[in-house]
Nanobody
């Protein structure tokens, strides 16, 4: 059993920055990777970024590459998403997820078995 809690969302102007946090608790020792996904109104959930349990490997969606950075905190079960140069199209509910599957492709929603409640990010024009 794993619990994930996101925080850090809010309203910012285009070009601004936000830092999202996700804390995982419970039985996380078998965790393999953690990721961020987002879902805008009327659209399907999409991959944003992911990081391996060790923090060695990271992966990003093309739409956020160069602007967003995923990282692991001092506590191993905590990850962050630093979002810079935000655009209105980044507006969405952002979800943290954890997988215990030994995957090579971090981007598939169905590979993640644990999800947080989401945090709203709104970027104004």
């Amino acid at each position: 059993q794993v619990q994930l809690v996101e925080s850090g969302g809010g309203l910012v102007q285009a070009g601004g920055s936000l830092r999202l946090s996700c804390e995982a608790s419970g039985r996380t020792l078998s965790g393999y990777a953690m990721g961020w996904f987002r879902q805008a109104p009327g659209k399907e959930r999409e991959f944003v970024a992911a990081i391996s349990w060790s923090g060695y490997s990271t992966s990003y969606a093309d739409s956020v590459k160069g602007r967003f950075t995923i990282s692991r905190g001092n506590v191993k079960n905590t990850i962050y998403l630093q979002m810079n140069s935000l655009k209105p199209e980044d507006t969405a509910v952002y979800y943290c997820a954890l997988t215990m599957n030994h995957i090579r492709d971090y981007a598939r929603v169905d590979d993640y078995g644990y999800w947080g409640q989401g945090t709203q990010v709104t970027v104004s024009s």
